[in-house]
């Protein structure tokens, strides 16, 4: 087995021994292979290993490598997003994990409008209240998430967060669970279902797994060190 298509099943293994320690089923998953700063080439053999859901987290680096590998890969767009940027991202992302203000969503609202798209979005939370990190306030969640709702070309999946820096993987147990009992609270106030948490990266996504993720997020133990 090539090294690319070791790591991928190393980490699909790990997910799938996490959904049976905590009672899952593994279709409940979905590995998001986060290819940020990885030549296409890196993509394409990952793609060839199997994997075909990739992350990125630069709009102008993500759009290169979209028009580059053509059909076939499924992308998703997990970085801080600019609204100067919105009108790159429209109709080339299966779902922006990072919706953090009332701005960002009437933005994407408007250009999806003019396309006449519908784009699937999750909302970033800043759990810890890092001021190095982007994502709305837990008490905000609710403001904003009514308003995406008004937003007739948004589609509300779920929530998004990246924890704060842990010295081990058990120690982001408390956020994960903490991120899905803030969309379980939402979900009556919304009356509907929000059926998508991402959460977890290459140190923590088992442990992300057994507390709930349907989006791991997961790049250093599939590509390896990030160049530079």
């Known amino acids: 087995m090539r090294p690319t298509e070791q790591a991928l099943a190393d980490v699909l293994g790990r997910i799938n021994r996490a959904c049976a320690r905590s009672g899952r089923d593994p279709a409940e998953v979905r590995l998001v292979a986060v290819s940020k700063t990885m030549a296409a080439e890196r993509v394409?053999?990952?793609?060839?290993?199997?994997?075909?859901?990739?992350?990125?987290?630069?709009v102008q680096e993500a759009v290169l490598k979209i028009e580059a590998l053509g059909p076939g890969p499924q992308w998703h767009f997990i970085g801080?997003?600019?609204?100067?940027?919105?009108?790159?991202?429209?109709g080339k992302f299966d779902l922006i994990h990072s919706v953090d203000s009332r701005d960002l969503a009437q933005a994407l609202n408007r250009r999806c409008g003019s396309a006449g798209l519908v784009q699937p979005v999750l909302l970033q939370i800043n759990q810890a209240g890092e001021t190095t990190k982007h994502g709305i306030l837990p008490q905000e969640l609710p403001a904003l998430a009514e308003e995406v709702e008004r937003c007739a070309s948004l589609d509300?999946?779920?929530?998004?967060?990246?924890?704060?820096?842990a010295a081990a993987p058990e120690n982001s147990r408390r956020w994960f669970n903490d991120l899905r009992v803030l969309r379980d609270r939402l979900t009556p106030e919304l009356g509907r279902e929000l059926p998508e948490l991402s959460m977890g990266m290459s140190d923590s996504y088992a442990v992300a797994v057994e507390e709930g993720a349907t989006l791991v997020r997961v790049g250093t133990a599939l590509f390896g060190p990030r160049p530079g």
């Open 44 to 58: 394409q053999a990952l793609m060839a290993a199997g994997q075909l859901l990739f992350g990125e987290n630069r």
């Open 80 to 90: 801080h997003l600019q609204k100067n940027k919105v009108r790159h991202v429209i």
């Open 156 to 165: 509300l999946r779920g929530l998004m967060s990246i924890p704060p820096p």
